[in-house]
């Protein structure tokens, strides 16, 4: 089975920048596309950036377009998220998924595999 695995989280102050990367045990990854969710303390699992593989075809939650990007790497198998002009508010449980074709990419059931999660703190 797929298998997703995060990395770039960390602490860094408000204004700064953070690059998550999610990279799939697949060769090659063969989904139709991969997604950013994040999940802050008290408060629901939200979307926040998704992008279709064979694309790039992308989507943002409105609370980061223009601020985060998202990418991919097919050699590598990797998605990316660049996240610029961080606010406390984007402190987070990052997490990537992988959704096999046919879903809504901006709703979490229709994501197959998942990541462990990276945190992503942003200080005042």
């Known amino acids: 089975q797929e298998q997703l695995v995060e990395s770039g989280g960390g602490l860094v102050q408000a204004g700064g920048s953070l690059r998550l990367s999610c990279a799939s045990s697949?060769?090659?990854?063969?989904?139709?596309?991969m997604g950013w969710f994040r999940r802050a303390p008290g408060k629901e699992r939200e979307f926040v950036a998704a992008?279709?593989?064979?694309?790039?075809?992308?989507y943002y939650a409105d609370s980061v377009k223009d601020r985060f990007i998202i990418s991919r790497d097919k050699a590598k198998n990797t998605a990316y998220l660049q996240m610029n002009s961080l606010k406390p508010d984007d402190t987070a449980v990052y997490y990537c998924a992988a959704e096999r074709g046919g879903g809504n990419l901006l709703y979490p059931q229709h994501y197959r595999e998942w990541g462990q999660g990276t945190q992503v703190t942003v200080s005042a």
């Open positions: 697949e060769r090659p990854f063969s989904g139709n596309a």
């Open positions: 992008i279709v593989w064979s694309g790039p075809v992308t």
